[in-house]
């Protein structure tokens, strides 16, 4: 776990400096949206979609 606070900590001081709603909403929207299909990835034994065309 302190490996990851030491790998975030670039994106955490740029957060707080950039207080705005908009670009924190943002961040925190594709960090989400990223963990939760990493971990659907490690779970599901199903395989990974493939995208249409």
Do not use: C
Not at 16 to 31: F, H, K, M, N, T
């Amino acid at each position: 776990m302190l490996d990851v606070r030491e790998r975030a900590a670039p994106l955490v001081r740029f957060v707080r400096r950039r207080r705005e709603p908009a670009v924190v909403q943002a961040l925190r929207s594709s960090a989400a949206a990223t963990i939760a299909y990493v971990l659907a990835l490690h779970l599901s034994p199903e395989a990974a979609p493939s995208p249409r065309r």
